[in-house]
Nanobody
Framework: QVQLVESGGGLVQAGGSLRLSCVAS????????MGWFRQAPGKEREFVGA???????YYPDSVKGRFTISRDNAKNTLYLQMNSLKPDDTAVYYC?????????????????WGQGTQVTVSS
C-alpha cells in the first residue's frame, strides 16, 4: 500500500501562485505514474495533470500553461506548481498514484489517493 499526504494548500488572491506537495510513503513510487485531481463543491472530480516515469507530463486545456507537475524521486515527492490562479481553481486538490505503465487520464486509472488539500482563490 502507498500512503500519500498533500500539503501546501491555502488562500491566495487571483493571479497568485501556490505549490502543492505530495509525499508518498509505504513504498518507493519512482517507477509509478502520479497525477493531480481536484474537486469543487457540487462538481465531479477533475483531472488536472500527470507525470509518469521518465518524466512525461500531460495537462488538460483548463490548466495548460499555468500548472506544472514535477517529482523528486529522491524525496518520494510529487509537486504541483500553480501560477496565475483563478477563482475557478478553488477546489480540494488530491494527488494519486497509478501502477499502470501507460499514462492515465481519469480517476479510474489511479490506485492510491491522498486526503486532499484545500486551495481557495479569491478575487
Amino acid at each position: 500500500q502507498v500512503q500519500l499526504v498533500e500539503s501546501g494548500g491555502g488562500l491566495v488572491q487571483a493571479g497568485g501562485s501556490l505549490r502543492l506537495s505530495c509525499v508518498a510513503s509505504g513504498r518507493t513510487v519512482s517507477s509509478y505514474g502520479m497525477g493531480w485531481f481536484r474537486q469543487a463543491p457540487g462538481k465531479e472530480r477533475e483531472f488536472v495533470g500527470a507525470i509518469w516515469s521518465g518524466s512525461s507530463t500531460y495537462y488538460p486545456d483548463s490548466v495548460k500553461g499555468r500548472f506544472t507537475i514535477s517529482r523528486d524521486n529522491a524525496k518520494n515527492t510529487l509537486y504541483l506548481q500553480m501560477n496565475s490562479l483563478k477563482p475557478d481553481d478553488t477546489a480540494v486538490y488530491y494527488c494519486a498514484v497509478s501502477v499502470y505503465s501507460g499514462m492515465q487520464y481519469s480517476e479510474g486509472g489511479y490506485n492510491y489517493w491522498g486526503q486532499g488539500t484545500q486551495v481557495t482563490v479569491s478575487s
